[in-house]
């Protein structure tokens, strides 16, 4: 508590943390924040045109009856983006800093709250588009907005615990920062963004050995649990599953916990080794 209540005490640093990643994540580039839109929208393309080539037919929306493989990607995919922007940036957020930190104390968790922070802004703005995009196309998600908001907040919370880890962690074990984007491309398709569930079980031999595996991640793997909420509430229009609402709350708030203490267990020789 003492922690969280320095931390307030320096909101006005958090702020200005926050506004300067976001004034430099593309600064001097000519499309500036254009580029967050075109990255999800190049990626959504590349997959809607592979995966239509390949056959692959998303399951109707139920009860919203849309049929599209692209905005059924765009649920799922936007979300996981948002992970990976807030981890890619949250590992770097000490190492990126070294100077502040060794010159100046303050509480080193508001420098990967702030990363975390600058990637929310672009989650919410790739959010706010994809929900003006399937009104468009008879989708009343506006409906829903307030159940999105608040998985927005056990997202971000989930996001913040690991890059605390991470951004400690990366200070002492350099290698992590390129470790985590091979692990970034395990976790992508350990969820059923691209592909479907149904799939899966159509295609692997109840019982066997894959089945078991793909059973045990579509239980545990947070990202899972994500990715179904996002397409139940913007995709399907309906109430997402309570089971899968319990879980990430749980998992969202014991990674935050866990996060803060692991900083704080590793928070002692970051100056020197930095």
Not at 65 to 91: E, H, K, Q, T
Not at 153 to 162: A, K, R, S, Y
Not at 211 to 220: E, H, K, P, Q, Y
């Amino acid at each position: 508590m003492t922690k969280l209540q320095e931390i307030t005490t320096r909101r006005e640093l958090f702020v200005n943390l926050t506004l300067r990643e976001l004034r430099g994540k593309y600064k001097r580039s000519v499309l500036g924040w254009a580029w967050s839109l075109l990255n999800p929208l190049t990626t959504m393309l590349v997959y809607t045109a592979v995966f239509t080539v390949l056959g692959a037919n998303p399951p109707k929306g139920h009860p919203s009856g849309l049929d599209s493989f692209a905005f059924f990607l765009m649920c799922g995919l936007i979300p996981y983006n948002f992970i990976a922007n807030g981890l890619n940036g949250g590992i770097l957020a000490l190492l990126g800093n070294s100077n502040l930190v060794k010159k100046t104390y303050f509480p080193r968790e508001i420098l990967v709250a702030a990363s975390t922070s600058a990637a929310l802004v672009q989650y919410l703005i790739e959010l706010a588009l994809l929900v003006v995009a399937l009104l468009f196309v008879g989708n009343v998600v506006f409906l829903w907005i307030p159940i999105i908001l608040i998985v927005v907040v056990f997202q971000t919370l989930f996001v913040l615990g690991i890059a605390l880890v991470l951004s400690a962690a990366a200070v002492y074990f350099r290698d992590l920062q390129h470790l985590i984007g091979l692990l970034l491309q395990v976790w992508f398709f350990s969820a059923p963004i691209v592909y479907t569930e149904q799939l899966v079980n159509q295609n692997l031999e109840d019982g066997s050995l894959a089945s078991r595996i793909f059973d045990l991640d579509f239980a545990l793997n947070p990202l899972v649990r994500f990715v179904n909420i996002y397409r139940d509430l913007m995709y399907n229009l309906r109430w997402p599953d309570a089971g899968d609402m319990t879980y990430v709350g749980v998992v969202s708030v014991l990674t935050l916990v866990v996060g803060f203490w692991a900083f704080g267990r590793l928070e002692g020789r970051l100056a020197e080794e930095l």
